[in-house]
């Protein structure tokens, strides 16, 4: 494939998009991942393949990947990992099509309802400086169904054109500098902790499966995120009910945590799954001394989370350019991570593509112009290892005292002699004269999310049997049945939470 120069609108970078490295990135993630792959000659060509394909469903070339696909299939001597590998991508061309729905002109139709005069050389223009998220299939223009919504995250010029009284863009209430972020950072301060003004929460999370999606009288069997108990950041985890009543805890050791869940599928009707618990949950500040901050050692703490683990952290071409502008002739750790930190805040936020559908996610919010929660901390880390700071994932929900929940990610990072201290790229910097506060998200955290995840991309306890609709993170929850996995299409979910009066 053709490296394409691509200009980042808004991402103050200019990258390369290579397909060169696919092979490599590929070969080495299904060694780690799938087990039984690689096996000399025969697996360095299904490798290839393999790489060829996903490259092609990466360019729109759907025709051309299935006819590769059915080919490679036929191949006597598959593995299990390599057919499960192939016939992936067939669901991840699915997957992409829910995404990509809009044509042009129910793009333009979708934009209309916020700006109603609209004029097609705006739209021409948005579109071409890279505005308006699209893929071609097969010649066939598809914009990312949020396109138009995220259009306004991306360009003051198309905010501005929206109509009088427009619904102002969101944000979650740790998005702004506001008290708690002080009280975390004083009580900390002045107990000498790391750890301070704790929160305990109440949450119910559910999973519902439409009815019909699974034949009456079938096993439909559930996934849904259950936090470990973490020392001095979330605590006191009490399961209080679920529906069905009969649950499996996994162990504290599991990455990603769930409480399992199976029910019979009736005829007619959804199957809901519940699960109800508390904690509590403390916000995290440090006050570091730049001075102080030396190379992080190699050991069995900071080993693990050090170099690449591809697909989604590898270290091309185009993101080694981007580090060295970035870093400069900087050697000090912790000025090193400051600069990362600020470089990928400056990249804008906006919703996200499915992540199952994107083959290299820190690549991909390099050269997209625009990145969500996880896309940013996955660059993030990708970043932070190639510069010697070990990094790694955290993701759960988000909540405020008023019902408020989304989604979020962030990550931790490795700070001789201080150890491991929260990152929290997203939410990134605030306006604010108090240098502290201003940088509050850069070593601290508030006591408002929950964690469910220590790790991307690792099995469930008990393991699921079929892919997984959400491949590198878990937080609206898994389901399946015998007879194959069930898409987000396919199921709705809900979460809650109440924060409980603090205790005298």
């Not at 009456?216 to 209080?240: D, F, H, N, S």
């Not at 080694?320 to 600020?342: C, D, M, W």
Request: glycine share 6%.
């Amino acid at each position: 494939m053709t490296d394409l120069l691509f200009i980042a609108p808004r991402a103050r970078a200019i990258v390369f998009f290579a397909g060169s490295w696919r092979a490599a990135v590929l070969a080495a993630a299904l060694a780690v991942a799938a087990p039984g792959w690689a096996h000399g000659a025969a697996a360095d060509d299904a490798g290839e393949r393999l790489a060829a394909i996903v490259a092609l469903v990466d360019t729109g070339h759907f025709e051309g990947a299935r006819a590769r696909i059915g080919e490679a299939l036929a191949r006597p001597g598959l593995t299990a990992p390599q057919r499960q590998a192939l016939e992936f991508e067939r669901e991840r061309m699915r997957r992409i099509r829910l995404d990509f729905t809009l044509d042009e002109a129910q793009a333009q139709a979708k934009l209309r309802e916020q700006i109603p005069d609209l004029r097609a050389d705006e739209f021409a223009a948005w579109d071409r400086a890279g505005l308006l998220e699209h893929l071609i299939i097969d010649g066939d223009k598809r914009y990312f169904q949020r396109a138009p919504s995220n259009l306004f995250r991306l360009s003051e010029q198309a905010l501005a054109r929206r109509k009088p009284g427009a619904k102002p863009l969101s944000h979650g209430p740790m998005e702004v500098l506001n008290a708690h972020h002080a009280e975390v950072r004083d009580a900390a301060l002045r107990s000498g902790l790391a750890h301070a003004a704790p929160r305990r929460v109440r949450v119910t999370q559910s999973l519902t499966v439409d009815a019909d999606a699974v034949p009456a009288g079938k096993t439909v069997r559930a996934w849904l995120p259950y936090p470990r108990a973490l020392p001095r950041q979330q605590e006191g985890i009490r399961y209080l009910a679920s529906t069905p009543g009969r649950h499996r805890l996994a162990p504290e050791s599991a990455l990603q945590r769930t409480v399992y869940l199976q029910q019979t599928a009736k005829a007619g009707q959804p199957t809901k799954f519940q699960v109800q618990y508390e904690l509590t949950v403390y916000g995290q500040y440090r006050a570091i001394d730049p001075e102080r901050v030396v190379p992080a050692p190699v050991n069995q703490d900071t080993r693990p989370y050090l170099g690449e683990r591809a697909p989604h952290m590898v270290y091309t071409d185009a993101l080694r350019k981007f580090s060295r502008e970035v870093v400069g002739e900087e050697t000090n750790p912790y000025r090193i991570a400051r600069k990362l930190y600020a470089a990928v805040d400056r990249i804008p936020w906006a919703g996200a593509r499915e992540y199952s559908t994107i083959s290299n996610i820190s690549d991909y919010a390099l050269h997209a112009g625009h990145a969500d929660c996880g896309q940013q901390t996955l660059l993030l880390m990708t970043l932070l290892r190639l510069n010697g700071i070990p990094a790694r994932w955290q993701s759960g929900w988000v909540y405020g005292d008023d019902g408020y929940t989304n989604m979020h990610d962030w990550a931790w990072m490795y700070l001789a002699p201080y150890g491991w201290m929260p990152v929290d790229v997203t939410t990134g910097r605030f306006d604010s004269s108090d240098a502290q506060l201003a940088d509050f998200y850069f070593g601290g955290f508030d006591a408002y999310r929950i964690a469910y995840n220590d790790d991307y991309g690792r099995d469930f306890v008990p393991a699921k049997t079929h892919e997984r609709s959400e491949t590198v993170d878990s937080q609206r929850g898994e389901v399946e049945w015998e007879g194959g996995n069930l898409y987000f299409d396919q199921w709705d979910y809900d979460y809650e939470t109440q924060v409980l009066p603090a205790k005298a």
